[in-house]
């Protein structure tokens, strides 16, 4: 029974500090993979992807805009 309650007592203290410093662990471990990223050659796999995935948004967000500019023009009606 003495067992059971502090293995209790453990678990619970451990949950608090996950609670804790769970969220600043998480934080400085992100920016830490990112300080690795960005030191990572400009060719690495990786990297590339990210680039291309930049670049396929802008081109979405250009898309986007230029079929906005089309819906809003009024339609012309040939005249015979």
């Keep these: 029974m003495k067992k059971t309650i502090i293995g209790a ?3 619970v203290a451990a ?3 996950l609670r ?3 969220p600043a662990l998480g934080e400085r471990a992100m920016s830490k993979c990112q300080q690795m990223f960005e030191r ?4 690495f796999p990786p990297k590339r992807m990210m680039r291309s995935l930049e ?3 802008e081109q979405n967000t250009r898309i986007l805009h230029h079929l906005e500019e089309v819906r809003e023009r009024p339609a012309v009606v ?3």
Excluded at 40 to 43: G, I, V, Y
């Design 55 to 57: 670049e396929i948004r």
């Design 78 to 80: 040939g005249t015979d």
């Design 20 to 22: 804790r410093f769970g």
């Design 40 to 43: 990572m050659p400009e060719e």
């Design 15 to 17: 949950l608090a500090a």
């Design 9 to 11: 007592a453990v678990f």
